[in-house]
């Protein structure tokens, strides 16, 4: 087993966080992709606040702009130089402004993005994530291009520096890579071998998240319970689940994407027997057909599937359980495809991730014969789609009249003037708005309100109060925490709390961090 450094990575300040007169540059970071491109995105951004840099403000042009790019959505490589050829025109008008591109493409493509876009400054990959503000440094006083792909990670990325985007909710990584073989999937070749963290690190991590405010924690891994295989525990995710809902202050934790292959039922025991744990469940199925699995190379079928939710219902009744599906991968017959929908019908998700296979240079399936042509994948998909909707509306229909505890988020929704309505998450992960009746106390960020859910949609649900009564709602940590962050962000002093001031950026592992 290759030993990977956990010790904490120190970002040194930088000359490059100035520009020539003196004023700090702003930056901002674009992520294109999934779960674990934000949560690298958080890592990017506390990199760049270590070294001096300042994150720019909404709708103002950032002295540095680094875009983390995604090799498996569709479209990735037209999406990314699209954005580029827009940057370029800001960069001509903009003295000064620097380009840098990372992430899985930046990984894949390498030479090429300069060649596509010479007039970006710097290339870097998902192995060195820490070296950008060095590479901009070096970009800068060089007068020309850096680019630095590593092959193998050399830290844990959790050791970098993080500015977390939300006070109430972070990401934490247990393992990074995959050891599996997916004939549509590049994720192996750009993230490397699956290297798993030490329990302690990631509860550690946990901890100082909980200290910072935190209420929820999402653990993420290209297949989280696949945990313990490198140090030879295959049921060590459960036993990181149920450490995890030991530690105080942690309310609400969820994790993504597991493998229907290896998910065990000590995994659905623990979930069910830790009541930090959300009743949520993230399960990629990709295709209802046991042959197209097999091309696929996903060592399950849909029997072992549908079983898996069985059990999980069986002790958690009320599991929200999602899925991702590829329509028309290579070789996907009409009766391949029926049988997909057989067992959407049967699994009955609250919603599914749904994608038309497109060709990835480099994996197994690019090459295969009987490519499915585009209007058959279309059909197909928007058949699909239509079924999905219809089920998520009819399980989100049973919540009709449920009181549901949602944490009142940020981001994830704008107040309506005429409802007056804020958003937040279920435990089980739906997406609720809900009416601030006039008079009510405010919610803030973090906090936690009763409703009782009074309208489905099939991507929402909606909480009104027909009788105006005010809403119900618990002060949180997470709360304060947006408090104080609020009254900073103004220059207003707020109290610090009892672990201490704030911090904007922390050092995640496992006890030094920066000042704000």
Known sequence: MTTLSSSPTIIAPSVAALGVDGRT??????????????????????????????????????????????AVRDNAAGKLYGTLGHLKSRKDKHEGMQIAVGGCLAQMDKDAVLDKAPWVDVVFGTHNMGSLPSLLERARHNGEAELEIL???????????TKRDSLHSGWVSISVGCNNTCTFCIVPSLRGKEKDRRPGDILNEIRLLVDDGALEVTLLGQNVNSYGVEFGDRQAFGKLLRAAGEIPGLERIRFTSPHPAAFTDDVIDAMAETPAVMPQLHMPLQSGSDRVLKAMRRSYRSDRFLGILDRVRSRMPHAA??????????????????????????????SAFTFQYSIREGTPAATMPDQVPKAVVQERYERLIALQERISLEENQKQVGRELQVL???????????????????????????????????????????VVVTHAAPFHLLADAPDGAALRIRRTRSGDAWDRSQAESCGVPAPAGESGAPRAVSLGLPTLRLGV
């Open 25 to 70: 540059r702003t930056y901002e970071v674009r992520t294109f992709g999934c779960q674990m491109n934000v949560h690298d995105s958080e890592r990017l951004s506390g990199s760049l606040e270590s070294a001096g840099y300042i994150r720019a403000d909404a709708g103002e042009e950032a002295d540095v702009v680094v875009i983390n790019t995604c």
């Open 151 to 161: 092959e193998a990670l050399e830290i844990f990325p959790s050791t970098l520096p």
């Open 321 to 350: 359980i999602t899925t991702d599906i590829i329509v028309g991968f290579p070789g996907e017959t009409d009766e391949d495809f029926e049988d997909t929908m057989r067992v959407v019908e049967q699994a009955r998700f609250a």
């Open 408 to 450: 009142v988020a940020s981001g994830e929704g704008k107040k309506d003037a005429e409802t007056h309505r804020l958003t937040g998450r279920a435990e089980d992960n739906r997406l609720v708005h809900f009416e601030v009746p006039e008079g009510s106390p405010v919610p803030r960020p973090g906090d936690v309100v009763s």
